[in-house]
């Protein structure tokens, strides 16, 4: 615990050059292509769009929280004084900052639903509106309408674009100014901010994921998925900064110490992820109230038990025994082995929340057809059938991540004239 | 050369170690205890004595005193109880999770919020003990071979898992108390020894285990000190949520939600911290700690404080959107009642006490004022007990059956008990103020920047 | 010890004699970074057998004295991972094995209901493993170190700073060694020797007596079980808190001196009977009416009850029949008295035929059928007492009283099945349709 501090060194190369812009045509050819790739073959498969759809609110649930969690260990490093993150915050900026374009490639299924499209959301469909068939959805169906989804999702937009935008904003004036009052001001309004945040990402999770299946509830669904979106999010981070350091950038400043907190938080947040999503097992499972347990009914049994294990061992078990080692954060390969299956894990997880509300059930009253929605019918009729679509779409969408990421990585990487920066640089575990 | 040789005398860097040294250990070696300090022994010591004569007319008589009924069957034993385990949590954060992440600020206040963390547990472990009814077969909980035939206790039940967790707690907490404190006796040993009081030495020597500061014996202790941070952490976050999990795991509206785990931890910091403050204001002024507990120290936990009450509020918001949201007829019975029904006013004192009055700490006046603080910490520590009496006893009180609709009041005997454990807990509080280093020395020397002098890799300073 | 104010130095040196064999050299340093300094140097001299001692951990002193990383961390974690398995083990055998208890359906074996406890294990052993490993790997608890012999040590816990070299090094020699110190800065040096009575170079004796002193008495609860698992005794356990274990009566199989058999039991007895067991009441307990020896079953009911009270057939009695009826007769003979309870429907189910008496089948105008609408109420109630073909008698399960209820019951049941519209009571006629 010292409070050493470093000056930058001298032959530091700190300036982005471009770097930013050839990740963004990196990204920008990665959307593209995987785009047309994944419009064909979500065309292809023939079910009015419905798995196309169903891949692009997985995909686009990843990249959001993504800039989510960035944006809030750049609130918690100004609420509480924080040291290490300093060198590469310009970084974790650059990842908020791609809020705007993630909210833009959001409309995808935004636009969708406004227009009347009703095989993503069963609350967007005729039959919800059907009192005999779903008696305990009528009093929300208002909350969950198209025109008041899309309401509140331009709303988190703006929110989420506007506190990102400002933290960065500021940050790049102090490399102009150096005036330390910057921080001051920042460290009073990440207060506020922090919980306007928390209230917005569980909405965003809410109305996003969790009204999937609309029937089903859990307070603690927001937190859970914010917690698994940080673990990819520090990934995706510690990926970054590996880059640059590849390309000759942050060469002395960044160094394994910092490496090593980035591993802590991925660790921290697979032990509180688990900690979350068991909360929230454990307590449906232990209730065994059937509106409730209807959820997990779905992923405890029948094929989507060997995806709920994959989960357990591959998501948590098996990261967690492995992170907690000094090394297997300290060591490039290592880390960025964690790093990369994790992101994949991140996406696996948001795959098994979102993919088995796929298939609906569907009776007839006569000649009539009745859509009944998700989680019903016999356990043989959901099936894992993951496909080519599901990663295109997923592909796609993170080269819109890069892109939004790489328009921002301009100028300086490293806050210079950030008062903590020495600290930073000077950074050393315990 | 076989005898002492003294080159030089050590220089003036040295000083603010002694200075340290001596602002600690002087709460310990005054002469005589402050006058006030004795009052609030005897004060405390009365409380004590009321909580004792209470325990002992329910353990005589039954648990028929207490006003808990057929249908309100958990009221001010377990409120107490979850308030009390809760207060226990910030000692337990300081000197964990702030450890973990760095906040030098923890040093001054880590011993004495772990000793509270151990006076409070103890203060909680009572309450679900007494209300076994007999507490004399408190042995039944644990897996014992007994001589009625294989029975064994029932780990499906979330009271066996409290069992576990709050053991485990207790225990691990008092390592980590312990441990951290070897140095600092050994510092209370020494300089004992050379004060001539033999008779202390000797006391403080045993519990110091023959330190004697050795860096191979640094190196072992800080690794063992880092894991069992390491430890406390998530034990920190399983005992509160496995005091969640005895309300959420019914079936009971108002008790079964996913949010309580991660909710009930928030607010278990949140009226721990604001303990930590209500007892060491005070006494940080009785004892001149203020070289020691600083303003800045003040300032943080004060914004902690702010923060975790929002988290609070946070939750008491997702609770009511999705009582409404899940359109269960009973649990938005059971929310609306919580604010309307017969015990609004517990509901509305905890909602004014646990999210209005942190807001005062926006303000930076109100940071510097410690009268301000202190009453403000005195609001949220009696908040917080509302938000356990709220859930606990407004749910049980409205159940699904109209029928078993009461109402709860507490008899002279509840309260007997509460403020008797009070009364312990300031008592314990305020022995060890008197007896043990009530700061860790050895940690704040390590803090301090002096800890680096001297070096002669001056270069990488700027 | 000295008992002046030790911010004040020097210490008077202590003479040779008298001391007991060199133990090595302390030097003092004046501050943390001189000290690191210098055990550099010490170790680049090529010493092992040092150590440095400060009222802190002092940063950068493990790479300058080339500490190598402890092993300790591992073997927490195998007692964190030993804590887990072991509380899941605990769970199996306590709940899935030894004691299987059905808990609101849930699996005897049920991990999600395992995790806490299991959790909570692996933290406790891993805590525990952390705390005693620490001191076992630091070869503490050691009151008797010889640098505590000197005066000038006793700051090491205040603002000292200090090197002690062993004189077992194979480097060591007093004169270079403590020449090494002082180049490298040391503002006091003097040799340290272990104590003359070689009793004190060791774990005195007055610990070692109160170690083996307090694990004697620890094992007395164990050995007290022990003995008292492989022993008999008639006496009663000992109960600190007796509850309800004694109460003021006797059993059975309990001594009492007062009868002479020592039995607080005294068993039947010839030529006597219980209070209320003497069923002399032919109507009540038979269901016979007339004079001896010609006796018939009765068609009404009995006056009197054995205690005394008299029988009323009413409201009560027929409330109570139909309670009585519906648990014990309908099974076979339905709700409705038409044999078509449970049972002979599951027959039906399987295939087979098994037919349950038709309670309240009206006689034929020849009078044939209705067997149990013809039966006298003594008939009835003997029928219920004693059984029927193939029905069993249920005077073990159905009290004599109870049994008239329901002979009372069945006789409402055939009234209500064979109702005809003027059964109904005039003011309401008009609503039937």
Redesign the interface.
């Given at each position: 615990m010292?409070a050493l501090t470093k000056s930058l060194h001298p032959d530091e190369k700190y300036k982005a050059g471009k770097l930013g812009s050839n990740m963004v045509k990196a990204g920008l050819g990665i959307a593209v292509v995987f785009g047309i790739v994944s419009v064909v073959l979500g065309a292809l498969q023939g079910d009015h769009w419905k798995r196309f759809m169903y891949a692009y609110v997985i995909g686009w649930s990843f990249i959001v929280s993504i800039a989510i969690g960035m944006l809030w260990i750049i609130l918690l490093h100004h609420l509480c004084r924080g040291r290490w993150l300093t060198v590469v915050r310009r970084v974790a900026e650059a990842m908020t900052q791609a809020f705007p374009l993630i909210f833009i490639a959001g409309l995808g299924f935004v636009i969708p639903i406004v227009a009347g499209y009703s095989d993503l959301y069963y609350w967007a469909h005729p039959d919800a509106k059907n009192a005999a068939l779903n008696p305990h959805l009528q009093h929300k169906l208002g909350w969950l309408s198209p025109a008041a989804f899309a309401l509140r999702y331009v709303l988190y937009g703006v929110i989420f674009t506007g506190m990102a935008a400002y933290f960065a904003k500021k940050s790049r004036q102090q490399d102009e100014t150096g005036d330390p009052k910057i921080s001051d001001r920042l460290r009073v309004v990440s207060g506020p901010a922090m919980i306007v945040f928390s209230f917005t990402t569980c909405a965003l999770a809410f109305d996003v994921l969790m009204s999937l299946a609309p029937k089903w509830y859990s307070t603690i669904y927001g937190v859970s998925f914010w917690a698994s979106g940080n673990i990819a999010a520090f990934a995706i981070l510690a990926l970054i900064v590996m880059w640059l350091r590849r390309n000759g950038r942050l060469v002395h400043s960044v160094n394994e110490e910092h490496f090593h907190d980035i591993g802590k938080w991925m660790f921290s947040f697979t032990f509180f992820w688990a900690y979350t999503a068991?909360s929230q097992?454990?307590l449906q499972?232990?209730g065994?109230m059937p509106e409730e347990t209807v959820w997990y009914k779905y992923r405890m049994f029948g094929e989507w038990q060997w995806v709920s294990i994959a989960i357990l061992v591959g998501y948590w078990a098996f990261p967690f025994v492995f992170l907690?080692s000094r090394w297997t954060k300290r060591i490039e390969p290592s880390l960025v082995f964690f790093a990369v299956w994790q992101i994949g894990f991140t996406w696996l997880n948001l795959y098994w929340n979102v993919m088995p509300q796929y298939d609906w059930e569907v009776t007839y009253a006569g000649t009539q057809k009745l859509v009944q929605g998700p989680l019903m019918g016999s356990l043989a009729h959901h099936h894992v059938g993951l496909s080519a679509v599901d990663l295109t779409v997923w592909i796609a969408l993170l080269g819109i991540l890069l892109v939004g990421i790489g328009r921002n990585l301009t100028g300086n990487l490293i806050p210079i004239k950030d008062p903590t920066l020495g600290m930073s640089l000077a950074h050393e575990q315990l | 050369?076989?005898?002492?040789?003294?080159?030089?005398?050590?220089?003036k860097?040295?000083e603010t170690?002694?200075a340290i040294?001596r602002d600690v250990s002087w709460v310990a070696e005054a002469p005589k205890p402050h006058k006030l300090w004795l009052l609030a022994l005897a004060v405390s010591t009365g409380m004590f004595g009321i909580g004792l004569y209470s325990i002992y007319v329910l353990v005589t008589t039954g648990i028929g005193v207490w006003g808990n009924s057929n249908n309100v069957a958990w009221a001010w034993d377990i409120t107490n109880f979850v308030w009390w385990i809760g207060i226990g949590h910030a000692g337990t954060l300081i000197s964990a999770v702030l450890y973990l992440t760095r906040q030098q600020w923890r040093v001054s206040i880590n011993r004495a919020a772990e000793a509270m963390t151990i006076f409070a547990v103890m203060c909680a472990g009572l309450f679900p003990l007494l209300h076994t009814g007999?507490p004399?077969f408190a042995w039944w909980m644990l897996?014992l071979p007994n001589d009625m035939g294989?029975?064994?206790?029932?780990?499906?039940?979330?009271l066996?898992?409290d069992v576990?967790?709050v053991s485990?707690y207790l225990?691990?907490s008092l390592?980590?108390w312990f441990?951290g404190m070897v140095?600092d006796l050994?510092?209370f040993?020494?300089?004992c020894?050379?004060?001539?009081k033999k008779v202390r030495s000797a006391i403080y020597?045993?519990l110091s285990?023959?330190?004697?500061?050795?860096?191979?014996?640094?190196?072992?202790?800080?690794?063992?000190y880092l894991?069992?941070a390491g430890?406390?952490t998530?034990?920190v976050f399983?005992v509160h949520?496995?005091v969640s999990?005895d309300f959420a795991t019914s079936q009971l509206p108002g008790w079964h939600t996913t949010i309580f785990p991660p909710y009930f931890v928030a607010g278990a910091i949140f009226s721990g911290f604001a303990m930590v403050l209500t007892l060491l204001l005070p006494l940080r002024f009785l004892f001149n700690l203020q070289h020691i507990i600083k303003q800045e120290h003040i300032h943080a936990m004060c914004k902690i404080m702010l923060a975790t009450g929002m988290m609070v509020g946070l939750a008491y918001g997702t609770e009511f959107f999705i009582a409404w949201y899940s359109g269960n007829p009973f649990e938005m019975f059971a929310f609306r009642s919580r604010a309307f029904g017969p015990f609004w006013w517990a509901y509305f004192a905890m909602v004014s006490c646990n999210v209005l009055a942190p807001q005062f700490f926006w303000s930076k006046w109100v940071r510097n004022n410690n009268v301000m603080i202190w009453i403000l910490c005195i609001f949220i520590n009696v908040g917080m007990w509302f938000e356990r009496f709220v859930i606990i006893a407004t749910s049980l009180a409205r159940s699904f059956l109209p029928s078993a609709w009461s109402y709860y009041t507490p008899t002279r005997y509840d309260v007997g008990l509460f403020v008797g454990t009070i009364g312990m807990f300031i008592m314990f509080f305020l022995l060890f103020f008197r007896f043990l280093p009530v700061a860790a020395?050895?940690?704040i020397?390590?803090a301090s920047p002096?800890?680096?002098?001297?070096?002669?890799?001056k270069g990488g300073h700027h | 010890?000295?008992?002046?104010?030790?911010?004040a130095?020097?210490?008077t040196?202590?003479p040779?004699n008298g001391e007991g064999e060199l133990y090595g050299v302390l030097a003092e340093y004046?501050?943390?970074?001189?000290l690191?300094?210098a055990?550099r140097r010490v170790r680049d001299a090529g010493y092992t057998e040092f150590?440095?001692?400060?009222?802190?951990?002092?940063?950068?002193?493990?790479s300058a004295?080339g500490?190598k990383?402890?092993i300790?961390?591992l073997v927490?974690?195998g007692g964190?991972f030993a804590g887990a398995l072991g509380g899941l083990a605990?769970?199996w055998?306590?709940?899935a094995h030894?004691?299987t208890?059905n808990?609101?359906?849930?699996p005897t074996w049920?991990i999600?209901?395992?995790?806490?406890?299991a959790?909570?294990?692996a933290?406790?052993l891993?805590?525990?493993t952390?705390?005693f490993?620490?001191?076992a790997?630091?070869k503490?608890?050691?009151?008797?170190?010889p640098?505590?012999r000197k005066?000038?040590?006793?700051?090491?816990?205040?603002?000292?700073f200090f090197i002690g070299i062993e004189a077992r090094d194979r480097h060591f020699d007093?004169?270079k060694t403590?020449k090494l110190l002082?180049d490298a800065g040391?503002?006091?040096?003097?040799?340290a020797y272990y104590d003359p009575d070689p009793a004190k170079k060791v774990m005195p004796r007055w610990i070692t007596a109160f170690i083996v002193a307090s694990t004697a008495f620890a094992l007395i609860p164990f050995a007290i079980a022990a003995k008292a698992r492989n022993s008999h005794s008639p006496d009663p356990h000992i109960h600190?808190?007796a509850?309800m274990d004694y109460q003021p009566k006797f059993r059975s199989d309990q001594k009492l001196d007062i009868f002479k058999d020592g039995r607080a039991n005294l068993g039947e007895q010839p030529g006597t009977v219980a209070r209320g067991h003497l069923p002399e009441d032919d109507l009540f307990f038979r269901g016979l009416d007339g004079e001896a020896g010609a006796q018939k079953w009765t068609t009404g009911f009995p006056k009197l009850y054995p205690d005394g009270r008299p029988f009323a057939v009413d409201g009560a009695l027929l409330e109570r029949g139909r309670g009585r009826y519906e648990i014990y007769c309908t099974p076979c003979h339905g709700y409705d008295g038409r044999g078509n309870g449970m049972v002979p429907e599951r027959v039906k189910l399987g295939g087979g035929l098994w037919q349950a008496r038709n309670l309240v089948e009206a006689p034929d105008a020849k009078g044939a059928g209705g067997v149990a609408v013809q039966m006298p109420n003594g008939q009835l109630f003997n029928t219920i007492s004693n059984g029927y073909n193939t029905m069993m008698g249920y005077a073990a399960q159905i009290p004599h009283a109870d049994r008239w209820a329901i002979v009372a019951y069945v006789r409402a049941l055939q009234r209500a099945q064979n109702a005809s519209q003027a059964d109904v009571p005039p003011d309401l006629q008009g609503s039937i349709r």
């Open positions: 010292s068991f097992f454990m499972w232990y065994n907690m | 050369m076989s005898e002492t040789a003294v080159v030089h005398e050590p220089g860097a040295r170690f002694r040294t007999r004399w897996p294989s029975m064994w206790p029932q780990f499906r039940s979330p066996m898992w576990f967790a485990t225990t691990v390592l980590f441990m140095p050994a510092t040993r020494d300089r020894a050379l004060q001539g020597g045993v285990l023959g330190w004697r500061g050795s860096a191979k014996h640094w190196h072992r202790y800080e690794r063992a894991i069992l430890l406390s998530p034990l399983s949520s496995v999990f020395m050895s940690e020397k390590g002096e800890a680096h002098a001297g070096g002669p890799s | 010890m000295a008992t002046k104010d030790h911010d130095a020097p210490v040196p202590e040779v004046d501050t943390p970074g001189e690191v300094e055990s150590d440095c001692y400060s009222p802190f951990p002092v940063h950068g002193i493990d004295m500490i990383r402890t300790l961390p927490i974690f964190g605990l769970q055998y306590c709940n030894a004691w208890w808990i609101s359906g849930k049920s999600p209901a395992n995790i806490p406890v959790y909570e294990c933290i406790l891993a805590a525990l952390a705390f490993g620490m001191w790997f630091n503490l608890p050691q009151v008797w170190h640098l505590f005066d000038r040590f006793a700051r090491v816990t205040d603002d000292g007093l004169d403590q002082q040391a503002i006091a040096i003097e040799p600190i808190f509850d």
